[in-house]
C-alpha cells in the first residue's frame, strides 16, 4: 500500500517553456500533497505544500506565480513550472499524506533538464 | 545554525557490522522524526519513524531519540551491501499538514 507514482519521470525542454509534473496516490486518498526540489548533491527542500481544494502554500524564497500548484482531487496533485529556465533544473519529488497519519510517502521523482 | 544536521560521509562499515547514523535538529518543538534511504537517482524511500524518547526496532533497524539533546539515530545491524545509500534524516516540526525538513544526508558505504 501507499503508492504513489509520478509522471513524467524524465522531461528534457528548451528555455521559456511550461512543464507540468503530476503526482498521484494510487491506493489512498491523499489529504495533502507535498513538493519538493532536490539539486545535486543537496538534500530535499520543500517547495509547497497543497490541500485537495484549496490553494497551496510555498515556502519562504519559492515563487508561486512560477511554480503553479494544482491538488484538484484526492489523488492528484499537478505542479506546473511556468517559462523554465536552466536554473530551474533539478529533481522534483512529491510526496503524499493520507488521513490522520503523519507519515509522508515519496513518489518515484520528476528529473528536468531546461536547456 | 542549520535545522537538521547529518554527518555528510562517507561512512564505511564492514559487512556484518552496525553501522550508526547520527542526526541533530535545533527545533525543540519538533515532534516526529524520519529516516529516509535514497539510492543514487532516486526518491527517498521511509525506513521508520520515531515519536517518543527511546528506541524503536523494526527488524535490523532500531531509531533512537533523545529529545532532551535533540538527537536521533539509526542503527543497521547485520550491514547488507544492499545497504549501501544515502541515509536522509528528517524532522516534522508540527501536525502532519507540515512538510518535513531534510538533512543533507549520510553516504554509508558497506564493504564486502
Known amino acids: 500500500g501507499a503508492v504513489v507514482s509520478q509522471h513524467p519521470s524524465w522531461v528534457i525542454c528548451k528555455s521559456g517553456t511550461s512543464v507540468k509534473i503530476e503526482c498521484r496516490s494510487l491506493?489512498?486518498?491523499?489529504?495533502?500533497m507535498f513538493w519538493y526540489r532536490q539539486f545535486p548533491k543537496q538534500s530535499l527542500m520543500l517547495m509547497a505544500t497543497?490541500?485537495?481544494?484549496?490553494?497551496?502554500?510555498?515556502e519562504q524564497g519559492v515563487e508561486k506565480d512560477k511554480f503553479l500548484i494544482n491538488h484538484a482531487s484526492l489523488t492528484l496533485s499537478t505542479l506546473t513550472v511556468t517559462s523554465a529556465h536552466p536554473e530551474d533544473s533539478s529533481f522534483y519529488i512529491c510526496?503524499?499524506?493520507?488521513?490522520?497519519?503523519?507519515?509522508?510517502?515519496f513518489g518515484p521523482g520528476t528529473r528536468l533538464l531546461v536547456l | 545554525q542549520k535545522e537538521v544536521e547529518q554527518n555528510s560521509g562517507p561512512l564505511s562499515v564492514p559487512e556484518g557490522a552496525i553501522a550508526s547514523l547520527n542526526c541533530t535538529y535545533s527545533?525543540?518543538?519538533?515532534?516526529?522524526f524520519f529516516w529516509y534511504r535514497q539510492y543514487s537517482g532516486k526518491s527517498p524511500e521511509l525506513i521508520m519513524f520515531?515519536?517518543?524518547?527511546g528506541d524503536k526496532e523494526d527488524g535490523r533497524f532500531t531509531a533512537q531519540l533523545n529529545k532532551a539533546s535533540q538527537y536521533v539515530s539509526l542503527l543497521i545491524r547485520d550491514s547488507q551491501p544492499s545497504d549501501s545509500a544515502t541515509y536522509l534524516c528528517?524532522?516534522?516540526?508540527?501536525?502532519?499538514?507540515?512538510?518535513?525538513?531534510f538533512g543533507k544526508g549520510t553516504h554509508l558505504i558497506i564493504q564486502p
Open positions: 510526496s503524499a499524506r493520507g488521513g490522520r497519519g503523519e507519515t509522508q510517502y
Open positions: 491506493d489512498f486518498q491523499a489529504t495533502t
Open positions: 497543497s490541500n485537495e481544494g484549496s490553494k497551496a502554500t510555498y
Open positions: 527545533d525543540r518543538g519538533s515532534q516526529s
Open positions: 520515531i515519536y517518543s524518547n
Open positions: 528528517a524532522v516534522l516540526k508540527g501536525g502532519g499538514a507540515d512538510g518535513l525538513t
